[in-house]
């Protein structure tokens, strides 16, 4: 999956969606924090330096266009915009891009030309030819005042000279058309300075005088062009057969090319998509603006700047082709701190480049536009959109938000009056929550297969050496449905970021296709195709067995939807053989608690023990998750390697945590949890001499501990993920970890 595919974004929670971005290595730890606090806006200290008059900054949503995928190289594109529609256009059609290889784009020199306006010319020939003679010496005087943009492969290159007709006055004027290449900055304040540094020299040899001497927004020296192929198939939609559209949206371009009225529209469809990202990296808008609908009057009518037509194959072809003149250096860009993130995230390396990516959207932009008129029309999925902004309006809190839009959308009212009228009704019967859980994901009713989460209370790592360990089940869980397909196997993960076609060869199979791809082995169904759908609750990476549950999950789906009649043991066991791919040397413990969902008391061995464990009372606990996935791959193997290196030692430390496991089983039995508690302390204490805490692992137990809790440890492989806390006080431990800025959640542990 490239960098620019992030299955269900739209979904996942604002602070979820910037982890994503930072996780995906495309923004550094600044900004991330800088997000993560809303601290790269622009201030108004540093916004009463740009312009005049201040009294205060706009706002404007940052969104960002996924799936992009331009010249093999995959952009996530940062969008300023208010409009709610376009953000999910572009993503759309740059996710149906991708598969006819996404767009190509080229861009030509970055050259933006400057004008000098010459009046009172005796002799209009004569000054012709002697500018044309001094063609260098002009030239070489205006890159002299600016030196380092020459050094840098730039500079004045060329000048073209036209005359005309003075409609006002008698006689002629006559333009000189300096083109210069302006590198990486969008240059206009350069340019213009050349055009006035050489005033001189032209109003000596012209005779004439020199009146205008500004830069072109005309910048057809510098082109950019973008084009795509869509497989047929990939046009089809809910009652709409891929010809069908493929030949509306060519229908839809012929009309623009020949009406000018059309083409506006049609045009302005195309800039929607180029404005948002020319704002977001800083870039003049209003001037790419106007030299495209210059450029789009070029041949004496105003025309679309895109066309759309079907190849042999009777795929659908697009192509479009404008000016485009940015930079992405330069003061303005510089000083305003969302503009730098952004174009940080863009990644682009040169002007030139960005360009091309504007073309590419442009088109991206216009192909959605199109599908939508040659459909639904353009109507139906905007203001479906537009809802979101209505519901916003109407002051729908967060936990909501999700049912008023999908009320307001059904009702067909989508106006403000009705989203608060259905916001009235729901908080009047919504159920109140005490309890802060991990996000879950909606799911419909067809899940056919559930795997379990758990806690490990004692026995982390020592269980692997064929210790005892207690885990518990926690309140969370992996649930799977399946779809048949024609042919490909696709596993999504939308909460993950996981979507995979599996691959029928082992061989070439990667990360989540391993685990996977061998249950298909192993139940024989790899020549089946199917969609294996996965939600999840469990967070990855907190130590909460939810690889494990994937793997029982999926098996428990395939197993009810192509009626195989295995037995909870076989599924138990097959998710072994899946747990030894993703960790290497599991226990055995996270399977089965993932299987069947109980407390229990396990030994790993030639015969496992594996005893349901008896609680008299109940009793709660809090996890706290630290900010930072941890890997139990990775920790295993770690402590597989200095158990190697130090057997003796190590396996001492096993026998010190073996002996608290058997302590705490007594403790459970006899409702003593004050020791209960400092057993969970020292279990945290031997699994710091296995060294697989975290100064944030660390912080959450001492947090807790310092609130009242009877012990704290962490829970998991470590490296990162999730700390428990036994606790009398249940609100005030977690009170004090969401103070430091902490998830938390709290559940009751029980016999089942």
């Known amino acids: 999956m490239g960098k620019s595919r992030f299955p269900n974004f739209y979904q996942m929670p604002i602070k979820e969606r910037i982890k994503a971005v930072f996780e995906r290595g495309l923004i550094t730890e600044d900004d991330f924090q800088a997000l993560k606090n809303q601290q790269q806006r622009l201030d108004i200290e540093t916004a009463d330096k740009m312009i005049e008059n201040v009294i205060g900054v706009l706002g404007i949503p940052i969104g960002l266009g996924l799936n992009f995928s331009i010249n093999k190289k995959d952009y996530v594109i940062p969008l300023a915009v208010e409009e709610p529609s376009i953000?999910?256009?572009?993503?759309?059609?740059a996710k149906i891009a991708r598969i006819g290889g996404g767009f190509t784009a080229t861009s030509t020199d970055p050259i933006l030309t400057g004008q000098i306006q010459v009046i009172n010319i005796k002799n209009i020939e004569q000054a012709r030819n002697n500018l044309l003679s001094r063609k260098e010496e002009i030239l070489n005087l205006a890159n002299s005042?600016?030196?380092?943009?020459?050094?840098?492969?730039?500079?004045?290159?060329?000048?073209?000279?036209?005359?005309?007709?003075?409609?006002?006055?008698?006689?002629?004027?006559?333009?000189?058309?300096?083109?210069?290449?302006?590198?990486?900055?969008?240059?206009?304040?350069?340019?213009n300075s050349m055009c006035e540094g050489v005033a001189s020299l032209i109003e000596t040899i012209t005779e004439g005088e020199v009146f205008l001497r500004i830069m072109s927004n005309l910048t057809d020296q510098s082109l950019a062009s973008a084009s795509v192929i869509i497989p047929l198939q990939s046009l089809a939609i809910d009652g709409y057969a891929s010809e069908r559209v493929r030949d509306g949206i060519i229908l839809a371009s012929d009309f623009a090319h020949a009406d000018p009225y059309r083409a506006?529209?049609?045009?302005?469809?195309?800039?929607?998509?180029?404005?948002?990202?020319?704002?977001?990296?800083?870039?003049?808008?209003?001037?790419?603006?106007?030299?495209?609908?210059?450029?789009?009057?070029?041949?004496?009518?105003?025309?679309?700047?895109?066309?759309?037509?079907?190849?042999?194959?009777?795929?659908?072809?697009?192509?479009?082709?404008?000016?485009?003149?940015?930079?992405?250096?330069?003061?303005?860009?510089?000083?305003?701190?969302?503009?730098?993130?952004?174009?940080?995230?863009?990644?682009?390396a040169s002007a030139t480049e960005l360009s091309s990516v504007m073309a590419a959207v442009g088109l991206a932009q216009n192909f959605s536009a199109l599908r939508a008129l040659a459909t639904d029309g353009i109507q139906k999925g905007h203001m479906t959109l537009h809802a979101r902004t209505v519901v916003k309006a109407a002051n729908t809190p967060h936990n909501l938000f999700d049912q008023v839009l999908e009320k307001v959308i059904l009702s067909g009212e989508i106006k403000v009056w009705k989203a608060r009228e259905i916001l009235e009704k729901l908080q009047h019967t919504a159920p109140k929550v005490s309890v802060k859980k991990p996000v879950k994901q909606s799911v419909s009713d067809?899940?056919?297969?559930?795997?379990?989460?758990?806690?490990?209370?004692?026995?982390?790592?020592?269980?692997?050496?064929?210790?005892?360990?207690?885990?518990?089940?926690?309140?969370?869980?992996?649930?799977?449905?399946?779809?048949?397909?024609?042919?490909?196997?696709?596993?999504?993960?939308?909460?993950?970021?996981?979507e995979y076609q599996l691959d029928k060869d082992p061989d070439k199979r990667q990360s989540f296709e391993k685990p996977a791809g061998l249950i298909l082995d192993q139940l024989g169904l790899n020549d089946r195709g199917m969609k294996i759908e996965v939600f999840s609750d469990i967070p990855r990476g907190m130590g909460?067995?939810?690889?494990?549950?994937?793997?029982?999950?999926?098996?428990?789906?395939?197993?009810?939807?192509?009626?195989?009649?295995?037995?909870?043991?076989?599924?138990?066991?097959?998710?072994?053989?899946?747990?030894?791919?993703?960790?290497?040397?599991?226990?055995?413990?996270?399977?089965?608690?993932?299987?069947?969902?109980?407390?229990l008391i396990y030994r790993t061995g030639d015969k496992p023990l594996i005893e349901p464990l008896n609680i008299n009372d109940p009793f709660s606990l809090v996890i706290g998750f630290s900010k930072k996935e941890g890997l139990t791959a990775t920790t295993v193997k770690k402590v597989r390697d200095l158990w190697k290196k130090n057997t003796n030692v190590f396996e001492k430390i096993f026998d010190e945590i073996d002996a608290l496991v058997i302590q705490s089983i007594q403790a459970i039995q006899n409702n003593d949890f004050e020791l209960l508690g400092q057993l969970m302390n020292l279990n945290h204490g031997l699994l710091n001499a296995l060294q697989v805490s975290t100064p944030e692992l660390e912080r959450l137990v001492m947090i807790a501990r310092e609130s009242g809790a009877l012990g704290a440890k962490l829970t998991g492989g470590g490296g990162g993920g999730a700390m428990i806390a036994l606790c009398d006080n249940v609100s005030a431990t977690q009170e004090a970890i969401e103070a430091e800025g902490f998830e938390t959640m709290t559940f009751e542990i029980k016999n089942s």
Request: proline share 4%; charged share 20%; net charge negative.
């Open 87 to 93: 953000v999910a256009a572009l993503s759309s059609a």
């Open 145 to 191: 005042l600016h030196p380092r943009m020459v050094a840098r492969g730039g500079g004045a290159l060329d000048f073209k000279i036209k005359t005309y007709p003075m409609e006002s006055f008698d006689g002629d004027m006559l333009i000189i058309d300096l083109h210069v290449n302006t590198m990486d900055a969008m240059g206009a304040n350069l340019v």
């Open 264 to 348: 506006s529209t049609h045009n302005k469809g195309i800039m929607n998509g180029i404005d948002a990202l020319a704002l977001a990296t800083g870039n003049d808008w209003r001037a790419i603006e106007a030299g495209a609908h210059a450029y789009a009057a070029r041949l004496g009518r105003y025309s679309a700047l895109s066309k759309w037509s079907s190849s042999n194959d009777g795929d659908l072809v697009g192509h479009i082709e404008l000016p485009i003149k940015v930079g992405i250096v330069g003061g303005s860009i510089e000083s305003n701190p969302a503009v730098a993130l952004n174009l940080r995230i863009l990644n682009v």
């Open 446 to 498: 067809a899940i056919e297969g559930i795997g379990y989460g758990k806690v490990i209370l004692l026995g982390e790592h020592s269980v692997v050496y064929n210790r005892h360990a207690i885990a518990v089940p926690a309140p969370l869980s992996i649930r799977t449905k399946i779809e048949d397909t024609k042919d490909q196997i696709l596993l999504l993960m939308p909460s993950w970021g996981v």
């Open 544 to 599: 909460l067995g939810g690889s494990a549950a994937i793997a029982v999950s999926i098996i428990k789906a395939l197993n009810k939807h192509f009626d195989l009649r295995l037995k909870n043991d076989e599924i138990n066991q097959m998710a072994f053989e899946s747990e030894k791919i993703a960790h290497g040397h599991p226990s055995g413990i996270d399977n089965i608690m993932a299987t069947f969902g109980f407390p």
